[in-house]
């Protein structure tokens, strides 16, 4: 392996774990005010202790994701040098937001769970929720900008290999920072939603039955299947941002050689790239001239329009299916949930439901770091779209081999440290039992 390759590696690793952490750190908070507000509304202790318990747990992972994310503010600086150098003076307004969103989260953070019982007015600590809401988001926004920078840069002029007239706003609002800061921000919540439903399932799998995780589950599950239906429909207008602006990463993904109307959809199967012929996949005809332009007739462009050393890997096809796949489970579980629950013809906390939400956890973490690496994987052969390859961008250092294992090791220690933590958290303490502390003390 060379050292491109090496920092390639260095980067996805990183890339991966931090992005666990992230994602908790942009959606637990949502779901903490939530339970909060609805348990000073009702004067029901379930949800209150919801928010407890839930904040109490988001800071260990918001630690985690502070030394992770600082590693890759460092790794952008030493793994990829040339980048920097040519656009560090675009990026640089919206990296430091990010760190600016960061700290506002944190001072609030630190306030909210020290202020717990000292208001007279619960609404008042309720309120700190928002600003770390604003400031959690507000993060995942500003770096999100970054990566559409580098999927659609604008806001420069490009002269003598240098970049000019630099007009940091026009380079952070890029065309495709709607879309996917939508779809950041909607997944992180619904990845947020499952997570904790996750939680109370397994509780009520190995034998708890306290109305505290019938309450859990009830609350996420029915944000789920909100967050489901939108996080769904951003990825149809995502597809169309695609088809306008980077039609090689659509065509790639699903395998699409030729440009014409009336394009299929293909699903699984294997490809033979000498031919250009897939066998064993299903095809939806059709489907994909209407994913791309809401018309059957639709043009979809082919990847044989482009340079074949301008293809981003083909095996982004099965990254592809495999998120997608999982976002219609995620819209499944919530939708056969309620309707049991409404319905009441049936347990609706059956084993097989408490199974399917247990699933979603993993799954939904899984459709994450699957979607960032079609993201990334399907940029390539750029690093900055049209303007530097990664192979350009990359360090010429010859010990980015030593490094990649000393952080794998860091991340090692840290994971495990991180469950440990939280297992230790709450192994001992079930809620029904805090609860009933509560309850005593007051």
């Given amino acids: 392996m060379g050292t491109v390759d090496w920092s390639r590696g ?51 992972t918001v630690a985690v994701g502070v030394v992770t994310g600082t590693c890759i503010g460092l790794q952008l600086s030493l793994l990829w040098p040339e980048f920097m150098r040519l656009a560090g003076n675009v990026i640089g307004l919206p990296l430091f937001m990010e760190t600016f969103a960061f700290f506002f989260e944190a001072i609030f953070l630190g306030i909210y769970l020290y202020t717990w019982d000292r208001f007279s007015n619960p609404y008042i600590h309720w309120l700190l929720t928002l600003p770390i809401i604003i400031g959690s988001s507000g993060s995942a926004l500003f770096i999100t900008t970054v990566n559409a920078f580098m999927n659609t840069p604008q806001g420069f002029t490009f002269e003598n290999g240098k970049l000019t007239n630099i007009d940091p706003l026009a380079a952070m609002f890029n065309p495709a920072a709607p879309s996917k800061v939508a779809h950041v921000l909607s997944s992180a919540y619904l990845t947020a939603a499952f997570l904790l439903a996750m939680i109370a399932a397994f509780a009520m799998l190995r034998g708890r039955k306290d109305d505290y995780y019938r309450k859990s589950i009830r609350l996420n599950m029915t944000a789920g299947l909100i967050l489901a239906v939108v996080t769904i429909g951003i990825g149809d207008i995502s597809a169309r941002f695609l088809a306008a602006e980077q039609p090689e990463k659509l065509a790639a993904a699903e395998w699409h050689f030729e440009s014409g109307s009336r394009a299929p959809l293909i699903i699984g199967g294997r490809l033979n790239p000498a031919t250009q012929e897939v066998t064993g996949a299903i095809e939806i005809p059709w489907a994909l001239s209407l994913l791309a332009t809401h018309h059957p007739d639709g043009l979809v462009v082919g990847l044989n329009e482009f340079p074949k050393d301008e293809w981003p890997p083909l095996y982004v096809h099965y990254l592809f299916d495999a998120m997608v796949g999982i976002g219609f489970y995620l819209l499944a579980v919530p939708v056969l949930f309620l309707a049991l629950l409404w319905l009441k013809r049936r347990n609706a906390y059956n084993r097989w439901i408490l199974v399917g939400i247990l699933a979603g956890g993993p799954l939904s973490l899984l459709a994450i770091e699957l979607g960032w690496f079609y993201a990334e994987v399907g940029r390539q052969p750029w690093i900055m779209r049209g303007y530097m390859r990664v192979s350009d961008a990359a360090t010429t250092n010859a010990h980015v081999s030593v490094a990649f294992w000393l952080f794998a090791g860091l991340y090692a220690v840290l994971g495990i440290v991180c469950l440990f933590v939280l297992a230790r958290l709450f192994r001992n303490k079930p809620a029904e039992m805090e609860l009933e502390t509560r309850r005593i003390i007051l």
């Fill in 10 to 60: 260095l980067t996805e690793m990183t890339l991966a774990f931090h992005i666990l952490f992230a994602t908790v750190g942009v959606g637990v908070p949502v779901f903490i005010s939530m339970a909060e507000w609805i348990g000073i509304r009702k004067k029901d202790v379930h949800y209150s202790l919801m928010a407890r318990r839930w904040a109490r747990g988001f800071v260990i």
